[in-house]
């Protein structure tokens, strides 16, 4: 199973871009990349999800290198409200396993 | 709805004390995940339920009871905790073992004290 590592937390300011990194050097071949948000005593919510290249939906995009040992969540002109922990996730297709698993997470802190 | 609702948000028992944490979707989901959060940790998968069949058990104790009386409903029943079970419970759904997604929908979870 691949492992995932992610910084322990990042700062950064409202109407920045954000670029957090996550590194999974033994990605298997199914394996896809998917990022989750969690607020403070809340549930994770779904950001997005990938296989290889970049993917874009309307509140992030993630680019994935050509061999696939890393992975970028870009989070465009943060605000405040993106202050939050930011989980990578590694695994095989939910048609064939559900083990997922969870990177340590980002603790992402946006500043005025 | 694209809401998976949790019920207690926040449990407080006895270790002899037996309880049940619930979780309901409507969202026509096929998959539904029970998860333990310890503070500043990621979940911790516990249990995957597929049409209603457990598929996964992560070698989670017996003192953890999963339940699932239909296609909507998922119930965690609790026995003989020990402190350290005290953690943020979570439920969530996601369509279901053939669709090529792991967008998983998750409720807001049981705050849990055992004490």
């Known amino acids: 199973l691949a492992k995932t590592t992610q910084p322990i937390s990042m700062d950064s300011y409202e109407g920045q871009e954000v670029n957090i990194t996550c590194s999974h050097n033994?990605?298997?071949?199914?394996?896809?990349i998917t990022w989750y948000q969690q607020f403070p005593s809340q549930g994770p919510r779904f950001i997005i999800q990938g296989y290889k290249t970049k993917v874009t939906n309307e509140v992030a995009s993630l680019f994935i290198p050509a061999d696939r040992k890393s992975s970028t969540l870009s989070l465009p002109r943060v605000s405040l409200s993106d202050t939050a922990v930011y989980y990578c996730l590694v695994g095989p297709p939910p048609y064939s396993n559900y083990q997922l698993i969870w990177g340590a997470g980002t603790k992402l802190i946006i500043k005025p | 709805d694209t809401e998976v609702t949790q019920t207690p948000k926040h449990l407080v028992m006895g270790m002899t004390n037996k309880k049940s944490l619930k979780c309901e979707q409507h969202m026509g989901h096929r998959a539904m995940y029970w998860y333990k959060q310890k503070a500043k940790k990621p979940p911790e998968l516990m249990f995957v339920y597929s049409y209603e069949k457990l598929s996964i058990n992560e070698s989670v104790p017996s003192r953890f009871s999963p339940e699932c009386p239909n296609s909507s409903l998922l119930n965690l029943h609790l026995h003989a905790l020990q402190p350290e079970d005290s953690a943020l419970y979570l439920c969530?759904?996601?369509?279901?073992?053939?669709?090529?997604?792991?967008?998983?929908?998750f409720g807001p979870g049981t705050r849990l004290t055992v004490t």
């Open positions: 033994n990605i298997a071949t199914n394996d896809y």
């Open positions: 969530a759904s996601s369509q279901g073992p053939d669709r090529s997604t792991y967008e998983q929908y």
